[in-house]
């Protein structure tokens, strides 16, 4: 018998081990009846984004993905060099970059 996916098995599936801080920790066991890593960000603000629906759920739900490792390589050891030496701005400007990181979305279906 195949076992089902959790929510916590498919982002590890899709993002290794980076889970979202934001996400509910009570849906984290959850099954997922589909899902999807989507490439339509309009925005430009997003890479991807990560669609999927859990068993008895009538919500589409989405994760906005964007990686620290995207930035360049100059622009990531400049900030952290930053954050190292005790910089509020540096440290304010990568807690925003990483509470960016996952952004979940709730949408009903129509």
Do not use: S
């Not at 509910?24 to 997003?46: C, H, M, Q, S």
Request: zero cysteines.
């Amino acid at each position: 018998m195949e076992k089902k996916l959790t929510v916590k098995e498919m982002l590890k599936e899709v993002d290794g081990n980076l889970l979202p801080k934001a996400l509910p920790k009570e849906i984290l066991n959850y099954e997922v009846k589909e899902w999807a890593r989507l490439d339509d960000d309009v925005t430009g603000d997003y890479t991807e984004r990560l669609v999927f629906k859990m068993e008895g759920d009538e919500l589409v739900r989405n994760i906005l993905l964007k990686k620290f490792d995207e930035l360049e390589k100059e622009q990531r050891d400049e900030l952290i060099d930053r954050v190292a030496n005790g910089d509020r701005e540096a440290e304010r400007e990568i807690k925003q970059y990483f509470e960016k990181e996952y952004v979940l979305e709730m949408e009903y279906e129509r």
